[in-house]
């Protein structure tokens, strides 16, 4: 009675499964293709024949939605309609969950039949020893080896070579960062890390991960800037006055020539086309993944910026607590950086305790959750200084180099943008990773 009991809650899954597919096709395909799914996945008779339906559809490049799929199957009886499945999914960010629910019952199905061959083959008189090495097998077969990487040192050797030599011609292993003298600190943003750029609220955090998202575009490697606090065109007019060098405020009050507006609209034409995506709304951590996912897929995005996480909804999840649910969320993405090869920065808000108790702030001020700090391999803080009238930017965690390191900087009004300050670097600690010299003056 349980198993039938755990059997029907797993099979559930699949009708939500379709119904995402038919909500919207490109992203619940996707995720099944993510997730290797196929007929045999299917324990429903109904949702068999309607992903045979879908993969007849895409086959032909015809379009999947009710209608097609409707006229697909044909005139059969269901014990479930299309419609009904749609109402079982709900929304289309629960996709990947159904789909790894799916996959997760098709192989409790598969191992539940390898055990009763099993038993039978025992009572046959096969023999223990064989039938424990065949069940030692069949673990192994329903093991997820996508999320194994087994290496040995040799198979890494050509790509960390090239990364080093790429290093010593561009200063650089990973993404680089807009303020070019942050990357000798830096090394870079690192592919499958994740980094964490934090503040307080209106301090400008947005304003940098943009000129950054920018920077890296134009040099040709795409970005995804999920903008979940702002509107879309509010934060691409941002970008494209930072590349004009043109105030924003001033257009938006009509306090502008109009050959502004011309240059303006000239400038849009002209970074108008970079593998820069904007993604904007209310989205919660699944929609991000999902879309992010589908990014790398079409345009190979190696940048993902979530601006900011405080921001993702829901505030709470069901049964937890909010450090638990922003918890939750910055481990989904630490693996979304894994499984897209690319570097993802999160924004995140500080707590009002340092500002209350005028000091500088820290990594252990970061709202809402302890673990979006341990997660991070690298982080950045901006913070304004009143004694020096300016900004400053401290690499306060560098897992793959130098940390502390602290920049002046300045927000040029109006202008959507900060640079650096000649003789930028405030603090330098001593580089433990510095080269040694030999007796003749040479690098060792």
Same mark, same amino acid.
């Given at each position: 009675m349980q198993f039938d009991r755990e059997r029907s809650k797993m099979t559930n899954?699949?009708?939500?499964?379709?119904?995402?597919?038919?909500?919207?096709?490109?992203?619940g395909i996707y995720a099944c293709r993510e997730h290797n799914i196929s007929a045999e996945s299917f324990d429903n008779a109904c949702c068999r024949l309607a992903w045979e339906a879908v993969e007849r559809l895409c086959a032909s490049g015809k379009p999947v939605d009710m209608r097609t799929l409707e006229g697909e199957i044909g005139a059969r009886t269901f014990? /479930?309609?299309?419609?009904? /499945?749609?109402?079982?999914?709900?929304? +289309?960010?629960?996709? %990947?969950y159904y789909a790894e629910e799916v996959k997760r019952?098709?192989?409790?199905? !598969? $191992?539940?039949?390898? $055990?009763?061959? /099993?038993?039978?083959?025992?009572?046959?008189? $096969? *023999?223990?020893?064989?039938?424990?090495?065949?069940?030692?097998?069949?673990?192994?077969?329903?093991t997820d080896a996508s999320k194994i990487n087994i290496f040995k040192i040799k198979d890494l050797k050509d790509a960390k070579i090239n990364q080093w030599q790429h290093a010593q011609t561009h200063g650089f292993i990973g993404i680089p960062? #807009?303020?070019?003298? +942050?990357?000798? @600190?830096?090394?870079?943003?690192?592919? %499958?890390?994740?980094?964490?750029?934090?503040?307080? %609220? *209106?301090?400008?955090? =947005?304003?940098?991960?943009?000129?950054?998202?920018? #920077?890296?575009?134009?040099? *040709?490697?795409?970005? @995804?800037?999920?903008?979940?606090?702002?509107?879309?065109?509010?934060?691409?007019?941002n970008m494209v006055g930072d590349h004009a060098n043109i105030s924003v405020f001033g257009l938006d009050t009509g306090k502008c020539h109009e050959s502004r507006?011309?240059? /303006? =609209?000239?400038?849009? &034409?002209?970074? *108008?086309?970079?593998?820069?995506?904007?993604?904007?709304?209310? $989205?919660?951590? &699944?929609? +991000?993944?999902?879309?992010?996912?589908?990014?790398?897929r079409k345009h190979n995005i190696g940048l993902v910026i979530i601006d900011h996480i405080q921001y993702v909804p829901p505030y +709470?999840?069901?049964?937890?607590?909010?450090? &638990?649910?922003?918890?939750?969320? =910055? @481990?989904?993405?630490?693996?979304?950086?894994? %499984?897209?090869?690319? #570097?993802?920065?999160?924004?995140?808000?500080?707590?009002?305790?340092?500002?209350?108790?005028?000091?500088?702030?820290?990594?252990?001020?970061? !709202?809402?959750?302890?673990t979006l700090e341990q997660d991070a391999r690298q982080a950045f803080i901006l913070y304004f200084d009143k004694e020096k009238g300016h900004h400053m930017l401290e690499i306060a965690k560098n897992n793959y180099g130098q940390s502390g390191?602290?920049?002046?900087?300045?927000?040029?009004?109006?202008?959507? !943008?900060?640079?650096?300050?000649d003789g930028s670097i405030a603090i330098q600690p001593e580089d433990k990773y510095a080269e040694e010299q030999d007796d003749l003056g040479g690098i060792v």
């Open positions: 899954f699949e009708p939500a499964l379709i119904g995402c597919i038919l909500l919207n096709s490109n992203e014990e /479930m309609s299309l419609s009904d /499945m749609v109402d079982k999914a709900s929304t +289309i960010a629960n996709v %990947k019952a098709e192989r409790s199905r !598969r $191992l539940a039949g390898e $055990l009763i061959v /099993m038993q039978q083959d025992i009572r046959l008189g $096969l *023999g223990v020893d064989e039938a424990l090495e065949r069940l030692q097998t069949v673990v192994v077969e329903l960062f #807009h303020l070019d003298a +942050i990357n000798e @600190a830096l090394g870079g943003a690192r592919r %499958k890390c994740v980094s964490i750029m934090a503040g307080y %609220k *209106g301090e400008g955090k =947005s304003t940098l991960a943009r000129g950054w998202a920018k #920077h890296t575009a134009l040099n *040709g490697t795409g970005v @995804a800037l999920f903008t979940l606090e702002d509107p879309a065109d509010i934060a691409s007019a507006i011309t240059t /303006m =609209s000239a400038t849009y &034409d002209q970074i *108008g086309d970079i593998p820069l995506y904007i993604i904007s709304g209310s $989205l919660t951590i &699944d929609e +991000i993944c999902t879309t992010a996912a589908l990014l790398k +709470i999840l069901k049964g937890s607590t909010r450090n &638990d649910t922003v918890a939750y969320y =910055s @481990a989904r993405t630490t693996d979304l950086a894994d %499984k897209l090869d690319a #570097h993802v920065c999160n924004l995140s808000q500080f707590a009002r305790s340092a500002d209350r108790e005028q000091r500088k702030p820290r990594l252990s001020d970061l !709202r809402d959750s302890g390191t602290e920049y002046n900087i300045k927000r040029v009004d109006g202008r959507q !943008r900060f640079e650096l300050i």
